[in-house]
């Protein structure tokens, strides 16, 4: 599965987490979360969920998605599945790391097993990364590298768990052609022309800030 796939790609970021990838009209939403929009689901074919974390895993965005569509169907690991499942009897898949699967016309790879350690004191929570058509990888909670390039990388940029060497040295280690930030609901204005150019500069790749509601073609 490596390399893009000969259709083009929408993506459209969503506030903090979420993303929304369209290809040949049918939409793939990743981590619509309670700090994303109450409709950052909508007309979604299929959901991907990297944790169980709320601003990642919001059951009633969930369920708005796939009440407007009986034909929407959800992959996530096991911690979110235990959760859902029973609301969405047959429509819940239960991935982990190292699985494939093709969701709304889309070939998906799961990476990662484990959220990055917020605190020590803190137990850690299980988190897979998600990379879709073999070109965009979206990583939850976890600087997870997967183990074939990487074209598009959403990159959290700033959370509990990360600092911005970190950050730097994420984007450094996957070499990715773009980064796009995600996870930056935390981030004020003031902060971001600083995140902007140390990453970018220092990363050694093309970063780029989408604001909710933009989009870009990959």
Not at 9 to 38: M, N, Q, W, Y
Not at 70 to 82: K, M, R
Not at 164 to 175: G, L, N
């Amino acid at each position: 599965m490596g390399g893009m796939t000969t259709s083009r790609i929408k993506l459209t970021k969503k506030s903090h987490a979420c993303v929304r990838l369209e290809k040949d009209g049918r939409l793939l939403v990743i981590d619509p979360g309670g700090f994303s929009e109450d409709d950052a689901a909508a007309g979604a074919d299929a959901v991907l969920v990297t944790h169980e974390h709320p601003d990642h895993f919001d059951e009633g965005r969930l369920r708005a998605a796939l009440e407007a569509n009986p034909a929407a169907e959800i992959w996530t690991l096991a911690s979110v599945a235990d959760q859902i499942t029973a609301a969405f009897p047959g429509r819940v898949h239960t991935v982990g790391h190292g699985d494939t699967f093709t969701a709304a016309g889309f070939d998906v790879q799961v990476h990662g097993e484990l959220h990055a350690v917020i605190h020590p004191d803190l137990p850690r929570v299980t988190n897979v990364g998600f990379l879709v058509d073999g070109a965009v990888f979206h990583p939850g909670d976890a600087f997870t590298v997967p183990e074939q390039p990487v074209d598009t990388l959403m990159v959290p940029v700033m959370a509990p768990w990360n600092k911005i060497s970190e950050v730097i040295d994420y984007v450094r280690e996957v070499k990715p052609r773009r980064a796009y930030d995600i996870h930056d609901a935390l981030l004020t204005d003031l902060a971001r022309p600083v995140y902007d150019g140390h990453i970018g500069r220092l990363g050694g790749t093309e970063h780029v800030r989408l604001t909710p509601g933009e989009s870009a073609g990959l």
